[in-house]
């Protein structure tokens, strides 16, 4: 990622500076593509948000994880900002500032997942999340993806087994679902595999 690079690069200018054998006029440049780059990425991370939003709203609540909603509210840091922390960012060696130290908020109920979930929710989140991308990527004229679920139906309820299996027939996208014993599954599959050790074959 060129943002990424770019990050690397004023970061390590920052410490040849404070250490004495570099000077400012060397890492201005980089500050000035840490600005541009953070900007495009802020930009497309709020579109990225905006394009998947609805659709994991939508997987959330079928998954009955009420109030799903993402939510990303970083602001790219200006040229003039990173040059007015110059001196924190010396002290310290490193970019304080920008979209490596932002994150896409993950809420149910108006609840940060991360830090008020359950360990239940955070995983019907990820399942959303997974889903909400899938829609994403047929919207957008990829074709279907191929998605692999191993083992989550376990730590499902069988309402929302069935729910999740709904919407994988709606989505279109080839999947393979792995787990423990052909019970767990909420209905017939299209195809089952059983595997043994050394030995993969189709079901009777």
Same mark, same amino acid.
């Given at each position: 990622m060129e943002y990424a690079a770019a990050l690397a690069q004023r970061n390590g200018g920052l410490r040849r500076l404070g250490a004495g054998y570099s000077s400012r006029e060397a890492l201005e440049p980089w500050t000035e593509r840490v600005a541009e780059l953070g900007k495009r990425l802020v930009d497309a991370r709020r579109e990225l948000v905006t394009l998947v939003s609805s659709s994991y709203a939508a997987a959330a609540a079928d998954l009955r994880l009420e109030g799903g909603e993402l939510r990303y509210e970083g602001a790219a840091a200006s040229w003039d900002e990173l040059e007015r922390r110059l001196e924190q960012?010396?002290?310290?060696?490193?970019?304080?500032?920008?979209?490596? /130290?932002?994150?896409?908020?993950?809420? =149910?109920?108006?609840?940060?997942?991360?830090?008020?979930?359950?360990?239940?929710?955070?995983?019907?989140?990820?399942?959303?999340?997974?889903? =909400?991308?899938?829609?994403?990527?047929?919207?957008?004229?990829?074709?279907?993806?191929?998605?692999?679920?191993?083992?989550?139906?376990?730590?499902?309820?069988?309402?929302?087994?069935?729910?999740?299996?709904?919407?994988?027939?709606?989505?279109?996208?080839?999947? /393979?679902?792995?787990?423990?014993?052909?019970?767990? /599954?909420?209905?017939?599959?299209?195809?089952l595999i059983e595997v043994r050790p050394g030995q993969a074959r189709r079901a009777a």
């Open positions: 960012d010396l002290a310290r060696g490193s970019t304080g500032l920008g979209p490596h /130290l932002h994150d896409v908020a993950v809420l =149910a109920g108006g609840r940060d997942l991360r830090s008020f979930g359950s360990q239940g929710e955070q995983r019907l989140a990820v399942l959303a999340l997974l889903l =909400a991308e899938a829609d994403l990527l047929i919207q957008r004229g990829n074709g279907p993806p191929l998605l692999l679920f191993d083992d989550v139906l376990s730590e499902l309820d069988p309402d929302r087994r069935g729910s999740l299996v709904e919407r994988l027939r709606r989505v279109g996208a080839q999947t /393979l679902v792995t787990a423990t014993a052909a019970s767990a /599954l909420p209905g017939a599959p299209d195809e």
